[in-house]
């Protein structure tokens, strides 16, 4: 994905870090010299720091592995310098499938907890101890990394699990008003709250001066007035079908073009995709994206065609395809159309502007 670099893929599933976590840091830097820790101190501390960062992981992985139970495919798994994200292609269809898939991952926080404390009990007899001195400064030492991460975890659940839209227990709340009122309600009632919530988190940062609870409350804000627009966009769409939205003439590249006389025609600064034909009957080969026309900038192209490197392992979607499935498969790729194709019959494409067009129209 753009913006964001692959750690790994595990369970088929690629993790990224966004480039924003870099931003972290320098919070590190800062925060260490704020509190006045010493070497060992700021050790320990990074060392807490990556943990947590593997706790939040297992996190995401507790909702993504339960959703794919249910049948749901999770695209990614992005780590933000506020926390981690399961993109999940889709819900779960059922509000009480999306309960248990939400509840999974403070559940696995509150496992590492119980673990962590099982030691706890048997090594301090319980005894988390005093993490910070009197005078407010931070000591760290190697005895008190397993309480403070009983702790982290511990408060991770907890927080997860406020019924705040779009955090784990406001989907939990969603999931449980569905089952009366339906999923848009339930997600405007939830988004309501959980924008609430992101006042309160602002205020609390402004009034102490706490950076971390103003971004946490601007993000939330922002997440939850999200999730409810395009769950209100895709319950207009349904019942619309593709073939009706599609555009059945668009601007196309044929495979046999050469890649280097195309590539010297684009302008320095390309953001648009390509889409690739056959010349001689008009069928479906490939696609041309933003990104791989970037690589293929800065490489020796000589004597290759468009059709050589133009990929086809993007989905494609059927006329006879609901609308708001195919905007969901839309959004699952970083590309702004995708071709539509009737059995192996190219008929057109499936883009942004003329889903817009349709919204507009429902809308007006």
């Known amino acids: 994905m753009q913006g964001a670099l692959k750690l790994f893929t595990l369970a ?33 501390f990074l060392v807490l720091f990556f943990a947590l960062f593997i706790s939040v992981i297992l996190h995401e992985y507790g909702h993504a592995l339960t959703a794919r139970h249910y049948g749901v495919k999770t695209r990614d798994i992005i780590l933000l310098p506020i926390g981690g994200l399961a993109r999940l292609e889709e819900l779960p269809k059922k509000p009480l499938q999306e309960f248990v898939v939400a509840a999974a991952g403070p559940v696995v926080n509150l496992l590492i907890a119980g673990l962590l404390g099982i030691i706890l009990w048997l090594e301090y007899n319980g005894e988390i101890g005093r993490i910070f001195s009197s005078r407010g400064t931070l000591i760290l030492r190697w005895h ?25 227990g406001g989907r939990m709340l969603r999931a449980a008003l569905a089952i009366k009122l339906g999923r848009l309600k339930a997600t405007q009632i939830a988004s309501y709250l959980g924008q609430g919530f992101s006042v309160f988190l602002v205020g609390y940062g402004i009034y102490r ?66 889409l690739v034909l056959n010349e001689a009957d008009q069928s479906f080969h490939g696609i041309l994206s933003a990104g791989l026309i970037t690589e293929l900038k800065n490489k020796n192209n000589t004597g290759l065609s468009i059709g050589d490197v133009a990929a086809s392992h993007y989905p494609v979607l059927s006329p006879e395809q609901n609308l708001a499935d195919g905007l969901s498969v839309l959004r699952s790729v970083e590309l702004n159309f995708l071709p539509v194709l009737r059995e192996s019959e190219f008929v057109g494409v499936l883009d942004y502007d003329s889903i817009n067009e349709v919204l507009k129209a429902k809308t007006n």
């Not at 895709?234 to 006389?261: C, H, W």
Request: proline share 5%.
């Open 209 to 274: 001066q706490d950076f971390m609870s103003m971004i946490l409350g601007f993000f939330l804000f922002s997440m939850a007035r999200k999730e409810y627009r395009l769950l209100k966009t895709e319950s207009i769409l349904t019942g619309q079908l593709v073939g009706s939205t599609m555009k059945r003439a668009f601007p196309a590249l044929y495979a046999n073009d050469s890649l280097t006389d195309f590539l010297k025609s684009l302008p320095a600064k390309n953001q648009a995709d390509f």
């Open 12 to 44: 088929r599933i690629p993790v990224y870090v966004h480039w924003s976590f870099s931003l972290l840091a320098f919070f590190l830097l800062y925060y260490g010299w704020y509190a006045q820790m010493d070497g060992i101190s700021f050790l320990i």
């Open 144 to 168: 008190r990394v397993i309480p403070m991460l009983f702790v982290l975890n511990l408060s991770l659940a907890i927080m997860n699990l406020v019924p705040a839209f779009p955090l784990d």
